[in-house]
């Protein structure tokens, strides 16, 4: 057997920018083509969409009629602020959706005392929404003021590729409640579409009609369509006529009640609940969302960069993206959508799998969700698909995201015992730490902290909910502190260190440069 020489085994270098996309972040196909694929990111962001008033707004005395208003505002609301994000803020193609994060202090507000005591329900939903928007109002602050001062671009200096690895990763990871165990509960119909979505994007992607890679580019508006229709048959056969509640609610394609609840055209508008009222301590509660908000989307814009095939973001356009967020939130809180913002972690996974990483066709599907937020019974009848499905999706799309967190490791050595001490240990926590307050949760009926000060609370329980913020501190505190002198070139520094400046590297821009020449007047810093 021949002697294997030292230079054959190192045979994939490290790499500046993802490698095999068909488009990049400022490369557009096709305005056809475009439209579909922006169609496919409009499908996707309904799971969120859909699920989020799903859950809250039963708990605060809610309709159907007022789930369905709250779903159109929602994605009337993400239509404008992925507009927003990809015009004016990071640049990114990334939908800046309803986040998970504020459900914990949105919870904590439903059940204050103040409003459980009003007995009739529809009243209770508008004070509650109320006290939500007047909450996300404030706390949207957070956000402004650390994106704009630029103090959140100062503070990532801090970052390194080895820090940021356990965030991203776990931006991804860090969802696995949402899909297998959203999938288990209707195993007909959600196994099926995890198999006929990889088998699809990936086995077949080599199909081609007309030299367009139809499979892979558009898996995931084909497969939806084959396995909604599949269970729609079973819907109307009767397959589900004696099965228990809650299995009915996650399978039949006819439970959500939207299509009939949706008005044929309304256009959301700003306080259309009646004035926000404002609670100091629901304010200072829903400002621990608003980090965590940050903080996940700070992984988000890292791993859309990489999946975008464009160069890490650098400080000056994070912050500008994060205070373009806080305006999002509150956006939010003026609309009155029931929840904050953040980046959509399925999104930004689709811009993987379709190989497609254009801001055109991110833009475009926002121009969906406005369109269809308006139209409301022709949006309400696609939201109408069983949660499972998009369980399904989020299996794999979470899992290529999780991937790209790993993906830094390359610029790191892993050969050092420090940066896997610190890998896995940042890991471990942003994992167990959570499941440990949901766990804590789930028994005793509220969080491991439980004291008589309700915003403290909402603080502790919130922060320490999110994997990603979890993992961020573990790992920033242990890089920065543990042997980090004359460590640098193990962490990954001298490749970092191009990306922290606007003027570091020419490719910036490229990618991140203002429109309408707007970078006269907003220069980077």
Not at 259 to 274: D, E, N, T, V
Not at 379 to 406: D, E, K, R, T, W
């Amino acid at each position: 057997m021949a002697e294997v020489k030292p230079e054959e085994i190192a045979a994939h270098p490290p790499m500046d920018q993802l490698q095999g996309f068909e488009y990049c972040i400022d490369s557009n196909p096709s305005w056809g083509e475009a439209a579909v694929l922006g169609f496919q990111h409009y499908v996707l962001s309904l799971g969120t969409a859909v699920m989020i008033p799903t859950l809250l707004v039963p708990l605060m005395g809610g309709t159907d009629d007022d789930k369905a208003r709250v779903v159109q505002t929602l994605l009337f609301v993400t239509g404008i602020n992925t507009l927003i994000q990809t015009l004016f803020g990071t640049r990114l193609p990334t939908v800046i959706g309803g986040s998970y994060a504020f459900v914990v202090p949105i919870i904590s507000i439903i059940h204050d005392s103040s409003l459980t005591r009003i007995t009739d329900d529809h009243e209770r939903f508008l004070q509650t929404m109320r006290a939500i928007q007047g909450a996300l109002i404030v706390s949207s602050s957070i956000q402004i003021i650390l994106g704009y001062s630029q103090l959140w671009g100062i503070f990532s200096r801090f970052f390194s590729p080895l820090g940021m690895v356990p965030v991203v990763s776990l931006v991804g990871f860090g969802l696995f409640d949402r899909g297998f165990p959203v999938v288990g509960r209707c195993v007909e119909i959600g196994v099926p579409m995890i198999i006929l979505f990889v088998a699809a994007s990936q086995y077949l992607k080599h199909v081609y009609i007309r030299r367009l890679p139809v499979l892979e580019r558009f898996s995931l508006l084909i497969t939806i369509t084959i396995i909604w229709i599949y269970a729609h048959l079973l819907t109307v056969g009767g397959a589900y006529r004696h099965r228990p509640d809650r299995t009915q609610f996650h399978c039949r394609t006819d439970r959500a009640n939207l299509i009939s609840s949706s008005p044929w055209i309304k256009i959301p508008y700003p306080l259309q609940w009646g004035a926000p009222t404002f609670d100091a301590g629901h304010s200072f509660g829903m400002m621990a969302a608003v980090f965590v908000s940050l903080v996940e989307s700070t992984g988000g814009f890292k791993a859309a960069a990489r999946l975008a095939s464009a160069t890490p973001p650098p400080a000056h356009v994070l912050s500008r993206g994060i205070g373009w967020q806080g305006i999002g939130i509150l956006l939010d809180g003026l609309f009155g959508t029931a929840t904050g913002s953040t980046v959509s972690v399925e999104n930004v996974g689709l811009l993987g799998s379709t190989r497609v990483g254009s801001r055109r066709v991110i833009q475009i599907s926002a121009g969906f969700m406005i369109f269809f937020s308006i139209l409301g019974k022709f949006g309400a009848l696609f939201a109408s698909i069983p949660f499972s499905i998009f369980a399904a999706v989020y299996c794999v799309l979470f899992g290529i995201v999780a991937a790209v967190g790993l993906s830094f490791l390359q610029f790191t050595n892993m050969n050092s015992m420090r940066n896997l001490f610190i890998v896995g240990v940042s890991i471990f926590l942003g994992l167990s730490i959570p499941e440990y307050f949901f766990r804590y949760a789930a028994g005793a009926q509220h969080g491991p902290a439980h004291t008589r000060a309700q915003w403290f609370n909402d603080y502790i329980n919130t922060i320490f909910t999110s994997p990603p913020t979890v993992a961020l501190m573990v790992a920033i505190l242990l890089d920065n502190t543990l042997d980090y002198k004359n460590t640098g070139h193990d962490r990954g520094m001298p490749w970092w260190a191009r990306f922290r400046t606007f003027n570091g590297d020419t490719r910036n821009e490229e990618f991140y440069t203002l429109p309408f020449n707007l970078n006269r007047f907003f220069p980077p810093s």
